[in-house]
């Protein structure tokens, strides 16, 4: 249940960061509504997260699926960069993630 908890709060995380780009475009109620609702929901999540799994690899967990998740929604909606080594290095985030999965105890 941890487990999914924090990739819960990733995945908020992830449309908060859109909501914040959301927000920059549109400065309205709405978009402030939903921008707080998606970073309340994401820290709602990493707290419940963090009742059994340990800080560390719960934050690690919550901001690489953040990063890594901004970045490639960043690069699908809003036309950023998606040159070899931006896409390596994102790799390099989620599979980090994936192997703290893999040797955590939880």
């Known amino acids: 249940m ?7 709060a990733g995945l908020f995380e992830v449309f908060g960061v859109l909501m914040i780009n959301q927000w920059n ?15 309340g929901g994401s820290f709602l999540f990493l707290a419940i997260a963090m009742q059994s799994l340990p800080m560390g ?14 970045a ?12 070899w080594k931006r896409i390596l290095f994102i790799m ?11 040797i955590s105890s939880e």
């Open 2 to 8: 941890a487990w999914l908890s924090v990739t819960i």
């Open 72 to 83: 490639i929604l960043g690069i699908i909606f809003h036309g950023e960069p998606k040159d």
């Open 57 to 70: 690899i719960a934050y690690a967990i919550w901001t690489g699926i953040g990063a890594s998740g901004g």
């Open 25 to 39: 475009r549109k400065r309205n109620w709405k978009s402030m509504l939903m921008l707080v609702l998606c970073f």
């Open 92 to 102: 390099m985030i989620i599979g980090s993630v994936v192997g703290l999965k893999l």
